[in-house]
């Protein structure tokens, strides 16, 4: 299941580590931060629970880059 | 600008002027009074980096930009260099700024490039013309158009003529003549009158979402430069963190015990500060995905979408261009291109056959009853009689009319005159005596030789074309174009082995490009697939990596030579960036370089990095 959520962030770089982030997030099996348009593609595993994943996913961006934020979760 | 880049330009600009007042105070013996004096801009244009560096702290990202940035300014304040520490903060967050508004002003660049997507859709409630989100229209519902106003969803005209201008979504600028009956795509704009269109796809499914759509993913297929980038980005900070960390403890330490020298901590703190100043790869890693992005979207303003980053690196290693011939470089409709040996009238043998041929739904009919051009009277034919494979036997006008090809000719033991043109060639016999013959051929695009001329200056090397037609018909072709190899009588799954073929001979990237009809096992094995003239037809977009919109053989080279450009930028981007934070790293330990060169190879190349990343977007002229 893939899901794609618009995100809030200023530099390119922090895109790239909001990326590992959400991809070392347990239930992501693959994560895109595309920084140019501002989208996160968010792959998930199998019976995960989106939008409790989502909710880690988060917690572990914002661990990365304060300054960030995922819509729609 | 935004709220945000408002109220960070608002800080930069009182920073700047208070730093400047200072400058000027005469306060240079008063050293506590300086640095509280000091502390005003400085605290006014890094407060929110001190803030993100502490909350870096507190979740133990020791590489985090800010924290580095905080540390490094903070270091040149302990040492005295208030000034410097104060500016390396000032000039950093001009770079912050400038980095942000140009990310924003190309990403709405970008969006105005593609301005195809429709706002609302009018539809008639009760008599009445009502703006409703185009969302919300049901397949099958009655929208109207008005002159001026974009056409929002796909769908077929029900009542109205109007001419539509469709440059967003081709790049062609000639206007569209449409009229009852006729399909009208999404993102394109009516230029006359008022059109009542019955939509026959829902709003996400039209063409204007799907180009959209296909545009704003294409970043998500990284290319290898941004994989190396961010890659490269996650082992900078930390080497260059460490090297600060040698430079601080072991030069000194160094000088200390081996030199039996003073250690001078001082001077080699400030090194090793210069060194953290340049510790973020952002310059780099931010003008990656801009190029990427300003040359997808430059690329989608003339008409070629190409659908990821990865695509334009091989777009720029294309040396091999297979071309399936109908529908790419000839049209595909077949048109009557000449008439030999008639005794009689050329438009009278036309019309003869065309009438012969009336009821025939062959596409060879279809191409005599073109060139006939007026309206054919039934009346006037009787008796037909087909012989299938050969052709038929009508009788016109009282006369007994023979077309078909040379069997027919045999059969009714006509003599006649073999032709060697290229097409099909109409044998036309009237009243069991040979009246000549008809050559009808598919006609070749209008600017396939200036495209295959165009590819060749873009550096491709091997051009080879494919198709199912005559080996004679495909030799004819190529020799007049001027494409070397030529595989005629092929059928599809021929068309799969022999591009198999051609990828082993290795000589560079091999682009195929079909017209995304039948041949999306083709598209999906080359290393890059173009589909031509593909709006609307679902699969083909689907299968392809470049769509062409329109169906102009000379966006080939164009797509290629956008390729070219957006990957030499990446490249003069990512030497420039790395050999002067390199350099700036060397000098920075011998000493040689200060914080104020420091400050440059940070905010001085992102800037440049930037612009330079821009210039992708400007590709009409290529």
Request: net charge negative.
């Amino acid at each position: 299941m893939k899901k794609t959520y618009k995100i809030e962030v200023d530099c390119a770089n922090c895109a790239n580590k909001m990326e590992v982030a959400a991809k070392n997030t347990p239930g992501v099996k693959d994560a895109n931060v595309n920084f140019m348009a501002l989208k996160m593609k968010v792959e998930f595993e199998e019976g995960a629970d989106q939008e409790e994943v989502m909710k880690e996913v988060l917690k572990n961006c914002k661990k990365v880059e304060d300054d960030c934020e995922i819509f729609g979760i | 600008m935004t709220a945000k880049q408002k109220k960070l330009l608002i800080r930069v600009i009182a920073a700047g002027i208070s730093l400047l007042i200072l400058y000027l105070l005469p306060i240079k013996d008063r050293p506590l009074l300086r640095f509280l004096l000091f502390l005003i801009p400085y605290l006014t244009v890094g407060y929110d980096i001190l803030r993100k560096a502490f909350k870096g702290i507190i979740n133990r990202q020791v590489f985090d930009e800010c924290f580095l940035m905080a540390i490094a300014t903070l270091g040149a304040m302990a040492l005295g260099e208030y000034s410097e520490g104060v500016a390396v903060m000032w000039f950093y967050q001009i770079g912050e700024l400038f980095q942000s508004y140009a990310v924003g002003k190309s990403r709405k660049n970008i969006s105005q490039l593609m301005d195809i997507r429709p706002d609302y859709a009018n539809i008639e409630e009760e008599g009445k013309l009502v703006r409703v989100d185009p969302d919300d229209v049901e397949v099958g519902s009655i929208i109207l158009i008005e002159p001026g106003e974009k056409v929002p969803i796909d769908g077929v005209i029900e009542k109205g003529r109007s001419s539509l201008d469709v440059s967003a979504l081709t790049g062609e600028s000639l206007p569209v003549d449409v009229s009852e009956g006729m399909e009208v795509m999404s993102g394109s704009i009516n230029l006359s009158g008022l059109l009542r269109v019955r939509t026959s796809k829902e709003f996400e499914e039209s063409t204007a979402s799907k180009i959209l759509d296909l545009v704003e993913n294409a970043g998500s297929r990284k290319s290898r430069s941004e994989k190396f980038i961010s890659k490269f980005a996650r082992v900078y900070t930390p080497f260059v963190c460490f090297g600060a960390l040698v430079v601080a403890l072991l030069f000194p330490l160094f000088r200390l015990l081996i030199l039996k020298a003073d250690p001078m901590w001082g001077e080699y703190i400030y090194r090793a500060l210069t060194f953290l100043v340049i510790s973020c790869p952002c310059a780099i890693v931010v003008s990656i995905p801009l190029s990427f992005f300003g040359g997808i979207g430059g690329a989608g303003n003339q008409g070629i979408l190409i659908k990821g980053s990865n695509y334009m690196e091989i777009l720029a290693g294309v040396k091999t261009v297979v071309f399936d011939k109908t529908g790419t470089i000839t049209r595909g409709n077949f048109e009557v291109s000449g008439v030999h040996h008639s005794p009689i009238e050329e438009e009278r043998l036309i019309e003869y056959a065309a009438l012969a041929e009336l009821h025939s739904s062959h596409p060879i009919s279809l191409s005599l009853r073109r060139a006939y051009g007026k309206e054919p009277d039934k009346n006037r034919i009787s008796d037909v009689k087909e012989l299938p494979g050969k052709g038929l036997i009508a009788v016109v006008d009282k006369k007994e009319i023979a077309v078909g090809n040379i069997g027919l000719m045999h059969s009714m033991n006509i003599q006649c005159e073999e032709c060697h043109s290229i097409g099909t060639i109409v044998y036309v016999a009237i009243d069991k005596e040979y009246m000549g013959h008809i050559v009808i051929s598919d006609e070749m695009k209008p600017h396939a030789r200036e495209a295959v001329r165009e590819l060749k200056k873009a550096g491709v090397t091997n051009l080879v074309m494919l198709t199912g037609d005559l080996q004679r018909v495909a030799d004819e072709i190529s020799k007049d174009l001027g494409i070397d190899r030529v595989y005629g009588g092929l059928l599809p799954e021929d068309k799969v082995t022999r591009l198999e073929d051609i990828i082993s001979e290795k000589v560079g990237k091999v682009a195929f490009v079909g017209d995304g009809i039948n041949d999306a096992p083709v598209l999906s094995r080359a290393d890059i697939g173009f589909a031509m003239g593909a709006l609307g037809s679902d699969a083909a977009i689907e299968a392809a990596d470049v769509v062409l919109m329109d169906d102009d053989p000379m966006k080939i080279s164009k797509a290629i030579k956008i390729g070219k450009k957006c990957i030499r930028i990446v490249y003069e981007n990512i030497g420039f960036a790395i050999g002067v934070k390199a350099v700036c790293l060397v000098l920075g330990a011998l000493g040689i370089a200060n914080m104020w060169l420091a400050i440059f190879a940070d905010v001085g190349v992102m800037i440049l990095c930037v612009l330079n990343a821009i210039r992708c977007l400007f590709v009409k002229k290529l």
